[in-house]
Every structure is written in C-alpha cells, then in structure tokens.
C-alpha cells in the first residue's frame, strides 16, 4: 500500500500562476485534511473534508480552494499565487473507527516569487 | 473554539538527559491528546497519545501526562539520544460523538529539540 501520497513533492510558481496540488490515499479513510506548515507557526489547517462530495473550511482557508469528487483523492487549489502562499504542504487522512491517527503525506514544498 | 500553546519553542539538550515540552489547552471539551513527531524533511507521525480519562502514559523512553484542571499536558523523554532530534507537534481535540468528530486536531506551534552527543 503506498499510504498517502502528493504530488507534486516541489514547485516553483510565478506571482498570480496558479496551480493544483493532489492528494491521493488508498487506506480507505473518510476524512483529509490540507495543511500548511511554516517556521514557527506549526501546522495550520486550511481545508478539511468529511466524505466525497463535502468540504469545509479550516483555520487559514483564504487564497486556497478544494475538491473531493473521489474518495481517494483531495485536491487544493491555488487560483492566483502569492508569496504569502510559500510553505510546506501536508496531506493528512483518518480514519472515524480507528485509532484517531492522523496520516500524513510526504508533503510538497512551494515556492511563489 | 481550541487554541493549543507549546513550550518551548526550542530545546537543546546533552544524550543521556531527559527533555520536558509542555503544552497547555483552552477548550475543556478537548479529550484526546496526541504528540506527533516529524524528522528534518519528513512527515510528521504519531508517536504517543493520552485520552483524558488517563493521567499518564509511557511507551519505552516516552511518556505523556495530563493534568485535566490546569488544562496542561506534557511530553517526557527519558535517556535522549541523538535519533530523538525532531521537531515535536503537541494537539487537541475533542472527539464528541460519531456525527461530531471531524477528525479536526488543533496543533500547538511545534518544539525543535536538539540532542547533542
């Protein structure tokens, strides 16, 4: 089983350049989860979702947009970059009947200029 | 809703000594507390949790404590070696019935810890 994985793992944007981060998982969870982790403000969440079909905003949800139209897969979405947006992006899925266990993907390093 | 704070921000300590991080909670409802640990260029993961019904838990060289009426909770590593450097992630949550679990976990701002041989 690969887990949880993103793609893609680096990119460099332009300022205004918009691009799509996917998350892909093969566990089976209901719920994912998109962070944002930055020197000193640990992980903020932006969007979440609790099934297909369903997403809801998180703690810094501006700037971003989301998709679940498949189980296995949570899109984030950046319409027009903006160097505030550089960061680290996590995937994390759960599982409702589990062990309340976050799993996380490897992340994707963004740079906006 | 929930705000977590974690301290310190930083710590540096010699292998073979013990470190403390310490995060405290604003939500009383919160009832699970995981610590996630995530190595330089890696992904976080979890590696131990406390229910609230629980005052203290060990697995090995790690133990967390919680101290429900201060709203505190601790992480403890004990004999640290140098594999130990990380950054660690304290959260909350609390998980409420089926129809009201999220899932959503509310991270405290992360401890680099260092050890140094």
């Known amino acids: 089983n690969a887990g949880v994985t993103q793609t893609p793992k680096f990119r460099v944007l332009k300022t205004g350049q918009s691009m799509t981060l996917l998350c892909a998982q093969d566990?089976?969870?209901?719920?994912m989860y998109w962070y944002r982790q930055d020197p000193g403000m640990g992980l903020r969440l932006i969007h979440y979702?609790?099934?297909?079909?369903?997403?809801a905003k998180g703690e810094v949800p501006d700037g971003y947009n989301v998709s679940r139209l498949k189980k296995q897969n949570f899109l984030l979405g950046l319409e027009s970059a903006a160097p505030s947006q550089t960061s680290v992006y996590f995937c994390a899925t759960y599982r409702i009947s589990g062990m309340h266990e976050q799993y996380f993907g490897p992340g994707t390093r963004l740079t906006v200029t | 809703g929930e705000n977590v704070e974690q301290h310190p921000s930083t710590l540096s300590v010699q292998e073979g000594d013990s470190a403390v991080i310490k995060c405290t909670y604003s939500?009383?409802?919160?009832?699970?507390f995981p610590w996630y640990k995530q190595e330089l260029g890696k992904r976080p993961q979890l590696i131990i949790d406390?229910?609230?019904?629980?005052g203290e838990k060990k697995d090995q060289r790690i133990a967390v404590t919680l101290n429900k009426t201060a709203k505190h909770f601790s992480l403890h590593i004990t004999e640290t070696q140098p594999e130990d450097s990380a950054v660690y992630f304290c959260a909350a949550i609390p998980l409420g019935f089926l129809s009201s679990n999220t899932g959503k976990l509310i991270f405290g701002q992360g401890t680099t810890l260092q050890v140094k041989p």
């Open positions: 406390i229910r609230s019904n629980v």
């Open positions: 939500d009383s409802a919160s009832n699970y």
């Open positions: 979702s609790v099934g297909e079909g369903t997403t």
């Open positions: 566990m089976n969870h209901e719920y």
